[in-house]
């Protein structure tokens, strides 16, 4: 007797076809998802400090300059973490006794450095320069979000090199006054575009797009 | 309607002469007897055995590449200069093999060669099991094969592209195409079988199984009419498709600057190489199975002496193309041609050339006796010789090129290293296991198309 | 179940029986003819009446679709998205991008020829009322047979089965739905 | 230096240095890895699944850690390099270095300019060395019978040591060559304080030949050295100026002075060669005499006769030697006084020296090409004079306490002393040195050395210009240098090397301006002590001078005699100090290209005559890698060692040349138990060569791992050459003889529209084959800048070394004394690259500025871009070469480079992290790029200047200069590659009465 299946699997079958096409649609969909995640790039994750510092407070509170710790932006590929000698200018005046504190004073103490969690990872392979950026009119709130209202200190962007790239073409996009390279409640005015262009050739700003530029 | 089918003279006989298919069948006959070798036929103690050597050589090929993966190519003999080694080799080895399924389907197909009936089927089936052997080196011959979909156009995060200018590329599109086109063109092929032993099969998983294979095939005449047209346009699409794979394989070469590789005599010489092993490889598996299935009836004499004179006519091509490597060399006044050309035959590889000019060139020729052709022993050595013909052909392209190239302050050597001749050995295992599968689950012979040539499928007309 | 049957089901025992079957069955008015047969038979095309199918256009213009997104697809990287200067060659160098786009042609066009005669034959179909005639097993071996559907505005149970009879066929069966 | 103006400062307090080593063992800032997870396991497996999950490039690392100082560090910019100027010292000679020092870790070490000995150049130990300080198998502690212990443990029983022996009988010190003024003090003061003491000095690889030959000439002891600038001929009697010795560096920068562009008659030198083996100088020679070690001297006598110096009745040399000798001196006697140089061989008996003083002086060269200066701070030493009466003593008992500072004499000293035999009779015996090496294993005692670049000293150049030495980290392994060591023996423990060298500076630098701080702070920025050259002098000469010589009377006869033996120092692992050095010892040794092994050479002739077997003629003929040798067993002064035979054209038949500094068995995890130790077949009575080996065949073969087998061009001119007077008459010879079919550099063979605008500055570089010595001091320098692996002589053998510059060489001519032919080559970047054509995923690609970038992290490694790259400069990671676990050296790499993974490609990127440095630099300071502004490293160390890089746009630049030159061309300029590195096309000058070979 021929009949091998039941009726159903007519249905079946045919919705077997579409389904596997909508199988390996969703499976790229969730790939492109994860790897644009804040799990994968770290975007978006607050990191535990030795001592909780507020960029915040220190920022749009006391209204502190970014080169008053990150004294190297201007000099060089790294911005520079401060040394304890840096938060002890202040704090040997004030906040003496405070608690959250006592590591900070513990170090300066004890010669031991504080060993502070590394917020912005980027590729071993990958070489970022500071100075480069920020001479050519590249604010630090551009890569760095909006520090001054980070309590703690968290990754803006998510790294990943279209990230990167998204400025490297059009860099007029992103480009603003030197003078307001450290504003970090700069925003790109309405006539950015063409602002940018006219930065873009005052400043000698060259779209870099080939891969030595950042890998070598 | 000729008058030769008018007259009752079974066995059918192609304008040629000697039947493709012996006396004495009927519908249900050639039914009959292909079924069974799936569904009744007890498997034999020989297919035990040689299934578990060909699987033992799978674990082998398994264990290499997990040592392969986490220790890294050098395992392998390869070095500067030589970057490439037995892994490109056994590469285009496969691939040439991999190309005679298809061209004996397709353009015999539209050449309307009867004798391949009783041969596609089972020449696709290893079409598609080289290719896939095949595919296994340049997917691991990568330093970093976890990253081997860099070669597929996607969107990603680097927003970068494959390099549309390499060879490389080429291939990944090349092969993949191939693969699924001849994947899609066997299985088009086995559907109606499919139903046969759906039909046929005793068992309630048997009926399932070949079942779902036959889609619900029911042999409609409206299908039939599509299918005859979708096979027939498949035929036509697959036969170029052959011709260009191995052209686009020639092409990881001749596109080089390389003295051996810059030759523009590549791409007929590839493709005439590879139909030439690909035939060769069929009769080296036809010939035995034949005997050991007690095919005779279905894979006659008549079989073997046109694959035989294919063998002849592209074994001639081929050593038209050595002939001209040589000429081009010497003619060319390049001096880095001419060394080559000269290192070739006398410098540290020169055992391999002339193997390689004996097993190609010389093999082929006992092929102009009748003998030959017609002794299946003989013509199963012939095969042989060949197969390994074109192993050395590959070898002596790939490595005598690369060792001596330009400058001779970088000129090595190169030998494959245990774990080289390992995977080798262990594609060779995963080949024969596939085949040994398909002869234990599949009809190595499409059973509708032999009935096509029973004198009963003519339809015989009251007034015609 | 009680539906109303499929059609009527007639077997015959050799090609050239089913063919004149099949143009009588044509020649009588009905349309919803079909046969079953172990291996094709041209000749049953205009017996059947049946109309020339759009296959090879569809493969044709997939070919078309496929070399053509092939090719931009090239362009598209190598001039539009990251143009990068690679040995010196042009960001738009066609004649390295005609493999690909041949083989893309290919593949399209060959995946549209298979697809596409599944989804005109509407297969898959495992199920289908014809496989309820035991004996229909023989279809896909050395019988043949010729099917009148109920759907066929001449259909009439009896006088179909008569109709059939009268065509010496092996067997005549109403085929159950 | 990208940096711009470089900013060197003194690592001025202890606790300065404490704080850099601390942070040099807990910082590990941007390029290198901070976790502690084995990336190879990683990359193997994880990397697998992780990638096929999409991961592209993004894998999750943990957190890592950002370590800031407490108090900033004076000077010191994050992620900026700092340089500081030291000197090292080899053979009591010292090289004036600059060092950068990154995060407090010296990474890279360059030339200082100002420093007479260097000009800005090092040599391949100078290189090498900053791998030498974080070599994992250094010794880490004071040891006692070989159990840990601390140095307060050895002050004891030093102490009672000292006051048994009155006046420090027994006492004896052994040191190599001392060139230190302060530890010359502190000697001084030790043998005041216990004046029974005795001082010992012995420097395996050299023979002091040159100050007793001088001795013999002058009233007084004198210092000799050269003007090369001056020397329009030159004479190398079996001296190798020009690739070892004290100011070879500067030799060769002056010599190459007169070969490079302008390259005219009058400017273009002439260099005579009379050599038993190959060397650096020999290859450069425009005429090489091969003679036998022993006939040297009977050649220069010969000459000295011809010039009409000597009376000597010597038995006439060959014809071949005859009209060599007699072209010779017709040249020199043609030439202005002064103009020309003649130099003996420091392996060369005293004899020789004086016999070359006296021709020079004959020649006028004194005070021309010739300077004479007064020796510093004390007598030279007596070479192994010395070494054997200490043996003898130790023999005889009447020695209590040894000090080995710093020397390995158990294993360098000759075997017939059988020094170590002697130590053990010794009480006490104390080893200084940086490893638990085979002297170490014979004393009681070991001190573990600090290594030049965490101790202070100081050194004097060859001409006698002294420098400070200064740490740029304190010690790894809190380790002792020889001054302190010295002054803990004085009696006075806790002074500091600082102290002890800033005391011996005190009173000449009070004098100076400013005080002696200023002086001081001035000094060490600038890395030499101005005007402390020794003034030249005009010593007496000696009319007695022949009989003080020993020359008086004939010469015995020259008999083609049994066969001799030489020793010479290896050219990459010098007497053995370096054989744990992996950079040195991957190093192709200039000539014969081998690597990790040394080898006995043999001329065809003699090898045919012995029946031994040319590797080249093995079943790997003419490849690179592999070389399969015959082992012949050596027997001399009743020693008998095997050793591999290696057949070597330009070796001088009856003549074998052994190499010392292998066969080591203490030396450390590289370099013990690899080749044979020649020092076993040393003769105290002939140390450096001598008749009467005998040599016989065995049935073995052993594997020798070679770079380049191959040693005829073939039918092709990758080196191109002419002599002078060819180029004078067709200077464009080597472009003419490049077959471009049709195109040239400004119109080039193109069917394609050029829709690549070149942005920026154009690199390219330009290699003078006329200047290039062939000495290797670049590929070393590449390897230091690019962190590039060391893959063992195994990988080696199977042509996978990963230099990313290697020296081709070539010989041509008559095999018995053919002309030796170096080219450096490196990626060409190719305006037309054939690699970039073939890469399936753009990881290689050209940039706006010219160049041919190797982006590893998209590289999966198809190695095709290898294969169609026609100059085979690609490098791959076929197993996981880097390694990532070995903590000391992440402290060694350069952070602006990636360290590369397993199944990635790589090759010469032009130092393309100097470039951007330098461009972001500039870019910073508001200014462009100047000509010079990037200075390739292998262009940085090149004592010659034989590499130039830059702008090839800026018809300013020194390169675009070059390129327009009639000499130059490009490698397989007739593929249309349009290579951007080119070469200028090497110009012999030989002596048109010699017949030209």
């Given at each position: 007797m021929p009949q091998v299946f039941h009726r159903s699997f007519n249905t079946l079958s045919r919705a077997s076809v579409f389904g596997s096409l909508f199988i390996l649609g969703f499976v790229a969909w969730a790939v492109n998802v994860f790897v644009n995640s804040s799990y994968a790039t770290n975007q978006g994750v607050v990191r535990e400090q030795p001592v909780p510092f507020s960029h915040e407070h220190h920022v749009?509170?006391?209204?502190?300059?970014?080169?008053?710790?990150?004294?190297?932006a201007e000099k060089s590929a790294q911005a520079g973490m401060p040394p304890t000698k840096t938060c002890m200018n202040c704090h040997q005046q004030i906040w003496t006794g405070s608690a959250t504190l006592a590591p900070v004073r513990a170090s300066f103490q004890t010669d031991q450095s504080l060993a502070w969690t590394r917020v912005h990872r980027l590729a071993d392979f990958a070489y970022f320069n500071h100075s480069a950026h920020v001479n050519k009119?590249?604010?630090?709130?551009?890569?760095?979000?909006?520090?001054?209202?980070?309590?703690l200190a968290w990754q803006?962007?998510?790294?990943l090199m279209n990230w990167c790239l998204d400025c490297h073409r059009q860099p007029e996009r992103f480009v603003r006054p030197r003078d307001e390279v450290?504003?970090?409640?700069w925003h790109p005015p309405a006539d950015q575009e063409q602002q940018g262009r006219e930065l873009v050739r005052k400043n000698g700003i060259r779209s870099l797009m080939n891969c030595s530029t950042c890998h070598h | 309607m000729s008058a030769e089918v008018h007259a009752?003279?079974?066995?059918v006989r192609t304008?040629?002469?000697?039947?493709v298919l012996a006396p004495g069948h009927d519908f249900a006959t050639v039914t009959d007897k292909i079924s069974a070798l799936v569904l009744t036929r007890p498997t034999s103690r020989g297919w035990w055995i040689g299934f578990s050597l060909s699987f033992a050589l799978v674990m082998l090929l398994l264990y290499t590449i997990a040592y392969l993966l986490t220790t890294?190519?050098?395992?392998?003999?390869?070095?500067?200069?030589?970057?490439?080694g037995f892994a490109i080799v056994n590469f285009v080895w496969w691939i040439g093999i991999g190309h005679a399924g298809t061209l004996i389907s397709a353009i015999l197909l539209l050449l309307h060669q009867q004798w391949r009936t009783s041969i596609n089927r089972f020449a696709e089936a290893m079409t598609l099991f080289a290719v896939a052997c095949a595919g296994l080196f340049p997917l691991l011959h990568m330093?970093?094969?976890?990253?081997?979909?860099?070669l597929a156009p996607y969107p990603n995060s680097m927003q970068l592209w494959p390099q549309f200018r390499s060879p490389l590329v080429w291939d990944v599109f090349a092969v993949s195409t191939y693969l699924l086109v001849s994947l899609m063109f066997w299985y088009v092929g086995l559907v109606p079988d499919m139903a046969t032993l759906r039909d046929r099969s005793t068992s309630r998983l048997g009926r399932v199984v070949y079942g779902i294979l036959a889609m619900?095939?029911?042999?409609?005449a409206r299908h039939w009419y599509r299918y005859e047209s979708a096979y027939g346009l498949l035929a036509g699409l697959a036969a170029p498709l052959v011709v260009s794979v191995h052209t686009v394989v020639s092409f990881d070469f001749a596109?080089?600057?390389?003295p051996g590789w810059?030759?523009?005599?590549?791409p007929p010489y590839f493709v005439a190489g590879a139909i030439y092993s690909g035939f060769a490889m069929v009769l080296t598996l036809v010939i035995p199975i034949r005997a050991i299935y007690g095919l005779e009836d279905f894979i006659t004499s008549r079989h073997l002496q046109n694959m035989a004179k294919v063998l002849l006519a592209t074994g001639l091509i081929v050593a038209y193309g050595y002939l001209m490597e040589a000429f081009g060399a010497f003619y060319s006044g390049n001096p880095y041609e001419r060394y080559l050309q000269v290192n070739r035959m006398i410098g540290p590889y020169a055992p391999m050339y002339w193997s390689l000019l004996v097993c190609n060139v010389l093999g082929p020729?006992?092929?102009?006796f009748r003998a030959f052709r017609t002794n299946p022993v003989l013509l199963f050595l012939v095969s042989l010789v060949v197969n390994v013909g074109m192993w050395l052909e590959r070898y002596v392209i790939v490595v005598v090129s690369l060792h001596?190239?330009?400058?001779p302050s970088s000129w090595g050597m190169y030998s494959g290293t245990v774990w080289d001749w390992a995977m080798f050995a262990g594609t060779i295992g995963l080949f024969l296991s596939l085949v040994f599968l398909f002869l234990r689950f599949?009809?190595?012979?499409?059973i509708f198309e032999m009935r096509t040539?029973?004198?009963?499928?003519k339809v015989k007309e009251e007034h015609g | 179940m009680n539906l109303p049957p499929y059609g009527m089901l007639a077997e015959f025992d050799s090609a050239t029986a089913l063919v004149a079957a099949a143009r009588q069955a044509t020649a009588a008015g009905y349309r919803r003819v079909d046969a079953f047969t172990p291996f094709p038979i041209e000749e049953l095309e205009e017996a059947l009446a049946i109309k020339p199918t759009v296959l090879p256009l569809l493969v044709l213009l997939g070919g078309i679709a496929g070399g053509a997104g092939g090719y931009f697809m090239q362009y598209y990287a190598s001039v539009i998205a990251y143009p990068l200067n690679i040995g010196g060659r042009?960001?738009?160098s066609w004649p390295m991008f005609i493999p690909i786009t041949f083989e893309m042609t290919i593949l399209v066009a060959a995946l549209t020829a298979v697809l596409g005669m599944l989804a005109l034959n509407g297969l898959?179909?495992?199920?289908?009322?014809?496989?309820?005639?035991?004996?229909?097993?023989?279809a896909s071996r050395d019988q043949f047979f010729l099917i009148i559907e109920a759907?066929?505005?001449?259909?009439d149970a009896e006088r179909t089965r008569q109709f059939l009879d009268g065509l010496r066929p092996v067997n005549v069966w109403e085929v159950p739905h | 230096m990208s940096t711009g103006a470089p900013h060197w400062r003194d690592v001025a307090s202890k606790d300065d240095a404490e704080r850099l080593r601390a942070l040099a063992e807990t910082e590990f800032p941007g390029?290198?890895?901070?976790?502690?997870?084995d990336r190879r396991r990683f990359l193997a497996l994880a990397g697998a699944s992780l990638g096929l999950a999409g991961l592209s490039g993004c894998m999750r690392a943990p957190a890592e850690k950002i370590v800031p100082f407490v108090h900033p560090v004076e000077g010191r910019v994050p992620g900026k390099p700092l340089y500081y100027a030291t000197s090292m010292t080899l053979a009591g000679s010292a090289t004036g270095l600059l060092v950068e020092s990154y995060e407090g870790r010296p990474i890279k070490v360059e030339g200082n300019p100002a420093h007479p000995s260097s000009l800005g150049a090092t040599d391949v130990f100078a290189q090498a060395s900053v791998l030498g300080l974080y070599d994992p198998d250094r010794s880490k502690t004071v040891t006692y019978l070989g159990r840990p212990r601390i140095m307060g443990d050895l002050a004891g029983p030093l102490r009672e040591a000292l006051a048994t022996?009155?006046?420090?009988?027994g006492l004896r010190i052994l040191t190599e060559t001392v060139g230190s003024p302060s530890l010359i003090r502190q000697r001084g003061e030790l043998l005041e304080r216990y004046p029974e003491a005795r001082w010992h000095s012995y420097e395996?690889?050299?023979?002091?030949a040159a100050s007793a030959g001088a001795r013999m000439v002058f009233d007084q002891s004198v210092r000799t050295h050269y003007d090369?600038?001056?020397?329009d001929v030159l004479v190398a009697l079996d001296a190798d100026f020009l690739g070892s010795g004290p100011g070879h560096l500067r030799y060769a920068h002056d010599f190459a002075a007169r070969r490079r562009?302008?390259?005219t008659a009058e400017r273009m030198n002439r260099l005579y060669a009379v050599e038993p083996t190959p060397t650096i100088t020999g290859a450069r020679a425009d005429h090489r005499l091969p003679v036998l070690a022993r006939d040297v001297i009977h050649v220069a006598r010969a000459l000295a006769n011809a010039l009409g110096i000597g009376k000597w009745t010597d038995a006439p040399p060959d014809a071949a030697t005859a009209s060599f000798v007699q072209a010779l001196a017709d040249d020199l006697r043609s030439r202005?006084?002064?103009?020309t140089l003649v130099v003996a061989g420091d392996?060369?008996?005293?004899a020789l020296a004086a016999l070359v003083q006296a021709i020079n002086r004959h020649l006028g060269?004194?005070?021309?090409?010739v300077l004479h200066t007064g020796v510093s701070e004390a007598p030279e030493d007596a070479g192994l004079s010395s070494l054997v009466e200490l043996a003898s003593d130790m023999r005889e008992g009447r020695v209590t306490t040894l000090v080995n500072l710093s020397g390995n004499p158990v294993y360098t000293?000759?075997?017939?002393?059988?020094f170590a035999d002697a130590m053990k009779r010794v009480p006490l015996c104390v080893h200084l040195g940086l490893y638990q090496d085979e002297t170490a294993d014979y004393c009681q005692w070991h001190i573990p050395e600090a290594h030049y670049l965490e101790a202070w000293g100081d050194a004097r150049g060859h001409d006698g210009t002294a420098s400070i030495a200064q740490p740029l980290i304190a010690p790894l392994y809190a380790g002792k240098s020889a001054l302190e060591v010295v002054g803990m023996l004085s009696g006075?423990?806790?002074?500091s090397g600082y102290e002890m060298v800033r005391e011996t500076w005190q009173a000449h630098g009070s004098k100076q301006a400013g005080g002696f701080e200023t002086w001081w702070r001035r000094t060490l920025h600038e890395g030499v002590i101005a005007g402390s050259a020794s003034p030249t002098i005009e010593p007496r000469w000696r009319d007695d001078w022949q009989a003080r010589a020993g020359l008086n009377g004939a010469a015995p006869a020259r008999n083609a005699g049994p066969l001799e033996i030489v020793f010479r120092p290896d050219p990459t692992v010098f007497d053995g100090?370096?054989?744990?050095n992996g950079w040195l010892q991957e190093?192709?040794?200039?000539?014969?290209?081998?690597?990790w092994e040394n080898v006995a050479l043999i001329s065809p002739a003699t090898a045919q005559a012995l029946g031994i077997k040319a590797?080249?003629?093995?079943?790997?003929?003419?490849?690179?890698?592999?070389a399969i040798a015959p082992v012949v067993e050596l027997t001399y002064g009743g020693q008998t060692l095997r050793a591999p035979a290696w057949v070597f054209?330009?070796?001088?038949?009856g003549s074998i040349a052994v190499h010392l500094?292998?066969?080591?068995?203490?030396?450390?995890t590289l370099g013990?138990?690899?080749?044979?130790?020649a020092n076993r077949l040393r003769?105290?009575?002939?140390?450096?060569f001598g008749p009467g080996l005998d040599i016989r065949t065995t049935t073995t073969t052993t594997t020798l791992a070679c770079?380049?087998?191959?040693q005829s061009m073939v039918d092709r001119q990758p080196v191109r050459t002419a002599d002078l007077a060819t180029f004078l008459k067709e200077p464009r010879f080597a472009q003419e003889s490049a077959h471009t079919e049709g195109g040239?550099?400004?119109?080039?063979?193109?069917?394609?529209?050029?829709?690549h605008p070149m942005k920026g500055p154009q690199w390219g570089m330009v290699v003078d084959l006329n200047a290039?010595?062939?000495?290797?001091a670049c590929v070393v320098a590449c390897q230091a800048e690019n962190n590039i692996s060391v893959v063992g002589k195994e990988q080696v053998a199977r042509?996978?070394?990963?230099?990313w510059m290697r020296i081709d060489r070539y010989f041509s001519g008559d095999s018995a004394n053919p002309t030796a032919h170096v080219q450096p080559v490196m990626c060409?970047?190719?305006?037309?690259?054939p690699c970039e054509l073939v890469c399936p995923v753009e990881a290689t690609t050209h940039s706006p500025d010219g160049l041919n970038e190797m982006t590893y992290n998209r590289c999966?490694?198809?190695r095709y871009c290898s294969n169609n790259?026609?100059?085979?400069v690609r490098r791959f990671n076929?197993?996981?070469?880097?390694?990532?676990?070995?903590a000391s050296l992440k402290l060694l790499?350069?952070?602006?480079v990636t360290v590369r993974s397993r199944g990635v490609m790589e090759k010469c990127t032009y130092c393309v992290q100097r470039i951007r440095e330098a461009e972001i630099d500039a870019n910073n300071r508001k200014r462009p790029l100047r000509d010079g502004d990037v200075i390739t490293a292998c262009q940085a160390v090149c004592p010659t200047r034989a590499i130039v890089f830059g702008d090839?746009?800026?018809?300013?630049?020194q390169v675009a200069k070059l390129r327009e030159s009639q000499r130059n061309y490009g490698l397989l300029e007739e593929l249309n590659t349009r290579p951007r590195t080119t070469y200028l096309a090497s110009v012999r000058n030989p002596n048109p009465r010699l017949e030209t070979r």
């Amino acid at each position: 007797m021929p009949q091998v299946f039941h009726r159903s699997f007519n249905t079946l079958s045919r919705a077997s076809v579409f389904g596997s096409l909508f199988i390996l649609g969703f499976v790229a969909w969730a790939v492109n998802v994860f790897v644009n995640s804040s799990y994968a790039t770290n975007q978006g994750v607050v990191r535990e400090q030795p001592v909780p510092f507020s960029h915040e407070h220190h920022v749009t509170g006391l209204g502190i300059d970014c080169r008053y710790c990150h004294d190297a932006a201007e000099k060089s590929a790294q911005a520079g973490m401060p040394p304890t000698k840096t938060c002890m200018n202040c704090h040997q005046q004030i906040w003496t006794g405070s608690a959250t504190l006592a590591p900070v004073r513990a170090s300066f103490q004890t010669d031991q450095s504080l060993a502070w969690t590394r917020v912005h990872r980027l590729a071993d392979f990958a070489y970022f320069n500071h100075s480069a950026h920020v001479n050519k009119g590249f604010g630090c709130s551009t890569c760095h979000g909006e520090v001054q209202k980070m309590p703690l200190a968290w990754q803006h962007g998510t790294l990943l090199m279209n990230w990167c790239l998204d400025c490297h073409r059009q860099p007029e996009r992103f480009v603003r006054p030197r003078d307001e390279v450290y504003n970090m409640d700069w925003h790109p005015p309405a006539d950015q575009e063409q602002q940018g262009r006219e930065l873009v050739r005052k400043n000698g700003i060259r779209s870099l797009m080939n891969c030595s530029t950042c890998h070598h | 309607m000729s008058a030769e089918v008018h007259a009752e003279t079974p066995p059918v006989r192609t304008p040629a002469g000697s039947p493709v298919l012996a006396p004495g069948h009927d519908f249900a006959t050639v039914t009959d007897k292909i079924s069974a070798l799936v569904l009744t036929r007890p498997t034999s103690r020989g297919w035990w055995i040689g299934f578990s050597l060909s699987f033992a050589l799978v674990m082998l090929l398994l264990y290499t590449i997990a040592y392969l993966l986490t220790t890294g190519v050098g395992i392998w003999g390869i070095n500067v200069p030589v970057g490439w080694g037995f892994a490109i080799v056994n590469f285009v080895w496969w691939i040439g093999i991999g190309h005679a399924g298809t061209l004996i389907s397709a353009i015999l197909l539209l050449l309307h060669q009867q004798w391949r009936t009783s041969i596609n089927r089972f020449a696709e089936a290893m079409t598609l099991f080289a290719v896939a052997c095949a595919g296994l080196f340049p997917l691991l011959h990568m330093g970093r094969p976890w990253y081997f979909y860099w070669l597929a156009p996607y969107p990603n995060s680097m927003q970068l592209w494959p390099q549309f200018r390499s060879p490389l590329v080429w291939d990944v599109f090349a092969v993949s195409t191939y693969l699924l086109v001849s994947l899609m063109f066997w299985y088009v092929g086995l559907v109606p079988d499919m139903a046969t032993l759906r039909d046929r099969s005793t068992s309630r998983l048997g009926r399932v199984v070949y079942g779902i294979l036959a889609m619900g095939w029911r042999g409609s005449a409206r299908h039939w009419y599509r299918y005859e047209s979708a096979y027939g346009l498949l035929a036509g699409l697959a036969a170029p498709l052959v011709v260009s794979v191995h052209t686009v394989v020639s092409f990881d070469f001749a596109v080089s600057v390389l003295p051996g590789w810059h030759s523009t005599v590549f791409p007929p010489y590839f493709v005439a190489g590879a139909i030439y092993s690909g035939f060769a490889m069929v009769l080296t598996l036809v010939i035995p199975i034949r005997a050991i299935y007690g095919l005779e009836d279905f894979i006659t004499s008549r079989h073997l002496q046109n694959m035989a004179k294919v063998l002849l006519a592209t074994g001639l091509i081929v050593a038209y193309g050595y002939l001209m490597e040589a000429f081009g060399a010497f003619y060319s006044g390049n001096p880095y041609e001419r060394y080559l050309q000269v290192n070739r035959m006398i410098g540290p590889y020169a055992p391999m050339y002339w193997s390689l000019l004996v097993c190609n060139v010389l093999g082929p020729q006992l092929l102009w006796f009748r003998a030959f052709r017609t002794n299946p022993v003989l013509l199963f050595l012939v095969s042989l010789v060949v197969n390994v013909g074109m192993w050395l052909e590959r070898y002596v392209i790939v490595v005598v090129s690369l060792h001596r190239d330009f400058l001779p302050s970088s000129w090595g050597m190169y030998s494959g290293t245990v774990w080289d001749w390992a995977m080798f050995a262990g594609t060779i295992g995963l080949f024969l296991s596939l085949v040994f599968l398909f002869l234990r689950f599949l009809p190595v012979i499409s059973i509708f198309e032999m009935r096509t040539l029973l004198p009963e499928a003519k339809v015989k007309e009251e007034h015609g | 179940m009680n539906l109303p049957p499929y059609g009527m089901l007639a077997e015959f025992d050799s090609a050239t029986a089913l063919v004149a079957a099949a143009r009588q069955a044509t020649a009588a008015g009905y349309r919803r003819v079909d046969a079953f047969t172990p291996f094709p038979i041209e000749e049953l095309e205009e017996a059947l009446a049946i109309k020339p199918t759009v296959l090879p256009l569809l493969v044709l213009l997939g070919g078309i679709a496929g070399g053509a997104g092939g090719y931009f697809m090239q362009y598209y990287a190598s001039v539009i998205a990251y143009p990068l200067n690679i040995g010196g060659r042009p960001f738009h160098s066609w004649p390295m991008f005609i493999p690909i786009t041949f083989e893309m042609t290919i593949l399209v066009a060959a995946l549209t020829a298979v697809l596409g005669m599944l989804a005109l034959n509407g297969l898959p179909m495992p199920y289908h009322p014809v496989f309820n005639v035991p004996r229909f097993a023989l279809a896909s071996r050395d019988q043949f047979f010729l099917i009148i559907e109920a759907a066929d505005a001449n259909y009439d149970a009896e006088r179909t089965r008569q109709f059939l009879d009268g065509l010496r066929p092996v067997n005549v069966w109403e085929v159950p739905h | 230096m990208s940096t711009g103006a470089p900013h060197w400062r003194d690592v001025a307090s202890k606790d300065d240095a404490e704080r850099l080593r601390a942070l040099a063992e807990t910082e590990f800032p941007g390029g290198v890895e901070a976790s502690p997870i084995d990336r190879r396991r990683f990359l193997a497996l994880a990397g697998a699944s992780l990638g096929l999950a999409g991961l592209s490039g993004c894998m999750r690392a943990p957190a890592e850690k950002i370590v800031p100082f407490v108090h900033p560090v004076e000077g010191r910019v994050p992620g900026k390099p700092l340089y500081y100027a030291t000197s090292m010292t080899l053979a009591g000679s010292a090289t004036g270095l600059l060092v950068e020092s990154y995060e407090g870790r010296p990474i890279k070490v360059e030339g200082n300019p100002a420093h007479p000995s260097s000009l800005g150049a090092t040599d391949v130990f100078a290189q090498a060395s900053v791998l030498g300080l974080y070599d994992p198998d250094r010794s880490k502690t004071v040891t006692y019978l070989g159990r840990p212990r601390i140095m307060g443990d050895l002050a004891g029983p030093l102490r009672e040591a000292l006051a048994t022996a009155k006046h420090g009988k027994g006492l004896r010190i052994l040191t190599e060559t001392v060139g230190s003024p302060s530890l010359i003090r502190q000697r001084g003061e030790l043998l005041e304080r216990y004046p029974e003491a005795r001082w010992h000095s012995y420097e395996p690889a050299m023979s002091g030949a040159a100050s007793a030959g001088a001795r013999m000439v002058f009233d007084q002891s004198v210092r000799t050295h050269y003007d090369l600038s001056k020397a329009d001929v030159l004479v190398a009697l079996d001296a190798d100026f020009l690739g070892s010795g004290p100011g070879h560096l500067r030799y060769a920068h002056d010599f190459a002075a007169r070969r490079r562009e302008p390259l005219t008659a009058e400017r273009m030198n002439r260099l005579y060669a009379v050599e038993p083996t190959p060397t650096i100088t020999g290859a450069r020679a425009d005429h090489r005499l091969p003679v036998l070690a022993r006939d040297v001297i009977h050649v220069a006598r010969a000459l000295a006769n011809a010039l009409g110096i000597g009376k000597w009745t010597d038995a006439p040399p060959d014809a071949a030697t005859a009209s060599f000798v007699q072209a010779l001196a017709d040249d020199l006697r043609s030439r202005r006084p002064g103009t020309t140089l003649v130099v003996a061989g420091d392996n060369q008996p005293a004899a020789l020296a004086a016999l070359v003083q006296a021709i020079n002086r004959h020649l006028g060269n004194f005070g021309g090409t010739v300077l004479h200066t007064g020796v510093s701070e004390a007598p030279e030493d007596a070479g192994l004079s010395s070494l054997v009466e200490l043996a003898s003593d130790m023999r005889e008992g009447r020695v209590t306490t040894l000090v080995n500072l710093s020397g390995n004499p158990v294993y360098t000293a000759p075997a017939d002393l059988g020094f170590a035999d002697a130590m053990k009779r010794v009480p006490l015996c104390v080893h200084l040195g940086l490893y638990q090496d085979e002297t170490a294993d014979y004393c009681q005692w070991h001190i573990p050395e600090a290594h030049y670049l965490e101790a202070w000293g100081d050194a004097r150049g060859h001409d006698g210009t002294a420098s400070i030495a200064q740490p740029l980290i304190a010690p790894l392994y809190a380790g002792k240098s020889a001054l302190e060591v010295v002054g803990m023996l004085s009696g006075e423990p806790g002074r500091s090397g600082y102290e002890m060298v800033r005391e011996t500076w005190q009173a000449h630098g009070s004098k100076q301006a400013g005080g002696f701080e200023t002086w001081w702070r001035r000094t060490l920025h600038e890395g030499v002590i101005a005007g402390s050259a020794s003034p030249t002098i005009e010593p007496r000469w000696r009319d007695d001078w022949q009989a003080r010589a020993g020359l008086n009377g004939a010469a015995p006869a020259r008999n083609a005699g049994p066969l001799e033996i030489v020793f010479r120092p290896d050219p990459t692992v010098f007497d053995g100090r370096f054989a744990n050095n992996g950079w040195l010892q991957e190093l192709p040794k200039p000539l014969t290209k081998l690597t990790w092994e040394n080898v006995a050479l043999i001329s065809p002739a003699t090898a045919q005559a012995l029946g031994i077997k040319a590797a080249t003629e093995g079943p790997h003929a003419g490849s690179h890698g592999e070389a399969i040798a015959p082992v012949v067993e050596l027997t001399y002064g009743g020693q008998t060692l095997r050793a591999p035979a290696w057949v070597f054209p330009g070796q001088a038949d009856g003549s074998i040349a052994v190499h010392l500094g292998y066969g080591r068995t203490r030396a450390g995890t590289l370099g013990s138990n690899i080749g044979f130790d020649a020092n076993r077949l040393r003769a105290s009575a002939a140390p450096h060569f001598g008749p009467g080996l005998d040599i016989r065949t065995t049935t073995t073969t052993t594997t020798l791992a070679c770079t380049q087998l191959h040693q005829s061009m073939v039918d092709r001119q990758p080196v191109r050459t002419a002599d002078l007077a060819t180029f004078l008459k067709e200077p464009r010879f080597a472009q003419e003889s490049a077959h471009t079919e049709g195109g040239d550099r400004r119109h080039p063979l193109t069917l394609y529209p050029d829709d690549h605008p070149m942005k920026g500055p154009q690199w390219g570089m330009v290699v003078d084959l006329n200047a290039c010595t062939g000495c290797g001091a670049c590929v070393v320098a590449c390897q230091a800048e690019n962190n590039i692996s060391v893959v063992g002589k195994e990988q080696v053998a199977r042509g996978r070394e990963m230099h990313w510059m290697r020296i081709d060489r070539y010989f041509s001519g008559d095999s018995a004394n053919p002309t030796a032919h170096v080219q450096p080559v490196m990626c060409m970047h190719c305006e037309n690259a054939p690699c970039e054509l073939v890469c399936p995923v753009e990881a290689t690609t050209h940039s706006p500025d010219g160049l041919n970038e190797m982006t590893y992290n998209r590289c999966v490694g198809t190695r095709y871009c290898s294969n169609n790259c026609p100059y085979k400069v690609r490098r791959f990671n076929f197993l996981a070469f880097a390694d990532y676990a070995t903590a000391s050296l992440k402290l060694l790499r350069n952070p602006d480079v990636t360290v590369r993974s397993r199944g990635v490609m790589e090759k010469c990127t032009y130092c393309v992290q100097r470039i951007r440095e330098a461009e972001i630099d500039a870019n910073n300071r508001k200014r462009p790029l100047r000509d010079g502004d990037v200075i390739t490293a292998c262009q940085a160390v090149c004592p010659t200047r034989a590499i130039v890089f830059g702008d090839i746009h800026d018809a300013n630049s020194q390169v675009a200069k070059l390129r327009e030159s009639q000499r130059n061309y490009g490698l397989l300029e007739e593929l249309n590659t349009r290579p951007r590195t080119t070469y200028l096309a090497s110009v012999r000058n030989p002596n048109p009465r010699l017949e030209t070979r």
